[in-house]
């Protein structure tokens, strides 16, 4: 008795069709994130047209050839294709990218794969669903920012760091003052991935804030994973509150209020509304004002401390305060942290400046010079103001 053979259909973690696309390239018609796979895979000719098939499947195994067959063992080896028709990742749909680079399309769609499987919710912030919603002109973001609630904020980290991303350690790591944990990206993704816990501006606790977003947001598709973003409304407060965050001792330019003033023109006097309820409204106000001069602009909320420290006129000054917030044996660990930190942060502090130290001396005492550089040069700034 002749065994029956199984039907087979597409399966991924996000899939494009780049034919068309003019950043794809001529060697890949399609691009396929496969869930046993740790990069995207390039699909063109007799693969592609079988990925096609799938994607339009169930395709039966007996109507395929040898070199099909073998082909399908590769898929299966790689989580592009499975014999489970009810398989929580199959692929549906081949759609074009919508992002200028579809491969950090392509990672949203991981992320929301991630998402999906682990069973939590993400909020996709910034990027190009800003252009999409017309709330600002440029098309293209150079990293990939996701909003979680604190208690999924390690757990999506971790799960991309089995793709390989590298988180990138900070001195205020475990504290909650950090808003987001910076992802380096591998080469064969090139995308650097942001992990919100909070934004800078809300004064709601990060969990209630994270809440309240989801209940204003909307389903997008990311190389055909559905998944949430801001709506216009909620989306113009966060870009707003991006635009004018404060940088130690440094003045916004005009420009960024401008460009924060013209979102919520755009978004309407509803974002007032998101805003109130997310107790951002105390640095918002007054942008509302002039925006909207007849809007009834109710009792703002207290500033939250975690704009309040950053508003400081120097990164020493504005560290201390936030020291106030943390408990006393936590603010020693980190005072000595800023004095004496480990080797790993004097490194990518290093690298993040650019100064090429030979060895950890010399790392340790760029980044004093460094230090002392920029509270010289906030003095000056300070007494000729």
Request: net charge neutral; aromatic share 10%.
């Amino acid at each position: 008795m002749s065994r029956k053979l199984p039907t087979w259909i597409a399966t991924g973690f996000g899939a494009l069709d780049i034919s068309n696309h003019q950043v794809g390239g001529p060697d890949a018609e399609l691009l396929v994130t496969g869930t046993q796979a740790d990069e995207p895979i390039g699909l063109t000719g007799g693969p592609a047209d079988l990925y096609r098939s799938l994607v339009q499947g169930p395709v039966p195994e007996s109507s395929l050839n040898d070199t099909e067959v073998r082909l399908l063992q590769d898929f299966a080896r790689f989580g592009l294709a499975s014999t489970d028709s009810e398989s929580a990742y199959r692929i549906y749909s081949l759609t074009t990218p919508w992002f200028d680079s579809p491969v950090h399309e392509l990672v949203c769609a991981l992320v929301a794969s991630i998402a999906k499987r682990d069973n939590f919710e993400v909020i996709f912030i910034k990027g190009p669903s800003l252009f999409k919603q017309g709330i600002r002109e440029k098309r293209h973001s150079g990293d990939v920012d996701v909003l979680v609630a604190p208690d999924n904020f390690e757990r999506i980290i971790d799960a991309l760091e089995e793709f390989g991303w590298e988180r990138q350690v900070a001195f205020w790591d475990g504290t909650g003052i950090n808003h987001s944990t910076a992802l380096s990206a591998p080469a064969n993704w090139g995308c650097e991935v942001d992990i919100h816990e909070y934004f800078p501006g809300i004064g709601l606790p990060a969990d209630q804030a994270f809440r309240v977003l989801m209940e204003s947001t909307y389903r997008e598709t990311f190389a055909g994973i559905p998944s949430f973003v801001p709506n216009v409304e909620a989306h113009s407060v966060l870009y707003a509150l991006h635009q004018i965050r404060p940088e130690f001792g440094i003045v916004r330019s005009g420009d960024l209020y401008t460009g924060a003033a013209r979102a919520f023109s755009i978004a309407g006097d509803e974002s007032y509304t998101i805003a109130k309820e997310l107790k951002a409204d105390a640095v918002l106000g007054s942008l509302f004002q002039q925006v909207f001069p007849n809007l009834e602009i109710s009792q703002a909320s207290d500033i939250p401390f975690n704009w309040q420290w950053r508003s400081q006129d120097s990164r020493v000054a504005g560290y201390l305060y936030a020291l106030r917030s943390l408990p006393r044996m936590t603010r020693l660990r980190i005072l000595v942290q800023l004095i004496w930190p480990r080797e790993d942060l004097v490194w990518q502090s290093d690298k993040l400046a650019k100064t090429k130290s030979r060895t950890l001396s010399q790392a340790r005492l760029a980044r004093y010079k460094r230090g002392i550089k920029n509270c010289l040069r906030r003095r000056q700034c300070n007494r000729s103001n």
